[in-house]
Structures are given as C-alpha cells and as structure tokens.
C-alpha cells in the first residue's frame, strides 16, 4: 500500500531562520509525482512546490525548495528565511501519474518564533 | 482565478438529520474529491469523482454518499448523521491525469453534529 509519512507533527522555527520539513513515502511505483501542501490558519489549502519523481533537479519556489532522495524515498522541504505568514499546517502528499487519489501525510504544524 | 467553494463555512447538525454539503469549481475540472479532516489523521479522502455521474470510494466511504449531476458540482451527502461524522470536510477539484495537475481546495465546512 503506498504511504506517506511525516514524523514531526509539530515544529517551531526562529523568524528568519531555515527549517527543513521531513517526509517519507513508500510506492512500488516508478513515476509519480510528490506535493507539499500549506494551510495557514482558518484559510484555504494551497500548493507550496511540486515534484515528478522522472526528474533529477529539485524543485524550488523562491524561499522554498526540496530535497528529494528517490532511491531513499524521502521528500523534505526547506522554507528559508521563515516569515510568520509560513505559519501553517503542512501536508506532503503523493500521487501515482495516472488519474488516481492523492494521498496526504497527517501533517507537520509549524509555529514561526518572531 | 481558480475558485473552489464550499456552501457553508460552519454547519450544526442533529443526529439523524440528512445532511448536504455542496462544492462547486469553476475552472472546469475533470476530478473532484471530499476529505474530512481530523487532528492528528490528516486528510482522510472520502469520495471522489472522475466525471460527471462517475463516483469512487475513497479511504473512508462509510456513512457517506456523493453526487455529481454536473460537471462543476460534486455533493458530500450524510444520510443520518451522527456525533463521529463531527469534522472539518473538504472538497478539492483538479484537472485530468489527476496526477500531473495539483488539487485546488475550497475554504473547508466544520459540521458539528449534536
């Protein structure tokens, strides 16, 4: 059965600093495609950055990147300079490349320090 | 701009009543999903649908049934609520292969059932 796991259900973070959200998933697939998900309090799930699982490069969306591990079945995500507006439940979630379910992990809440 | 909403942001519901929850999209989507998210278990998928009149089980169907009748509504039905149905529900839509296109969520409808 394919899974995705997120170990750390809460975090916190200094403003301005770096931290790295970790995610494991388990698939016998070979292409497939990896999200992370925000969703800040009381508003609306959106995308944060994408991955297909065929490209080597990872992803990157200005403070956001990823460090995606296939062979170890890891995508984390790395928010540089946190902000407090990064404050927010995030979802690693996974998708087989075919018209099929995403599935989520149970998500990391992160706290931003000022 | 993309737009999933959700018919009400909060819901107080009676055990036994039937329930509906409504999701439109305006983006013409192919797919359409319901969630029901719990602390602590994440994004649980209840029903999602990949066309018109075209409905599959998710991960937790029971007690729940859906209805598409066209293409940008997708229907979340409670036939006789009860106390354990008490969650935040959400309803995402996304374009076909599901796999290659991310999700867009609506703002989320909290039922509490008494």
């Known amino acids: 059965a394919q899974t995705v796991t997120q170990s750390q259900p809460e975090m916190s973070v200094q403003e301005a600093e770096t931290v790295t959200l970790s995610c494991t998933y388990d698939t016998s697939e070979s292409d497939y495609y990896l999200f992370w998900y925000k969703q800040p309090p009381s508003r609306q799930m959106i995308l944060v950055i994408r991955?297909?699982?065929?490209?080597?490069q990872n992803a990157t969306e200005n403070r956001f990147s990823v460090n995606f591990q296939k062979a170890a079945k890891s995508f984390s995500l790395k928010i540089s300079d946190s902000q407090l507006g990064d404050a927010a439940m995030y979802f690693c979630?996974?998708?087989?490349?075919?018209?099929?379910?995403?599935?989520f992990g149970k998500g990391t809440r992160l706290h931003i320090l000022p | 701009d993309v737009k999933v909403t959700q018919s009400s942001r909060y819901l107080v519901k009676r055990t036994g009543e039937k329930v509906f929850l409504e999701c439109v999209q305006d983006m013409d989507h192919e797919n359409m999903f319901w969630y029901r998210q719990d602390p602590g278990l994440g994004l649980r998928l209840i029903y999602f649908?990949?066309?018109?009149?075209?409905?599959e089980k998710g991960d937790i169907p029971e007690g729940y049934s859906v209805s598409r009748e066209k293409k940008e509504r997708f229907s979340l039905i409670l036939e006789s609520a009860s106390t354990n149905q008490t969650s935040m529900y959400l309803c995402?839509?996304?374009?076909?292969?599901?796999?290659?296109?991310?999700?867009?969520f609506g703002p989320g409808t909290r039922l509490t059932v008494t």
């Open positions: 649908s990949y066309d018109v009149k075209m409905k």
């Open positions: 995402a839509s996304s374009k076909s292969p599901q796999g290659v296109y991310e999700q867009y």
């Open positions: 979630a996974y998708s087989p490349n075919r018209d099929d379910k995403i599935i």
């Open positions: 991955q297909e699982a065929y490209k080597q």
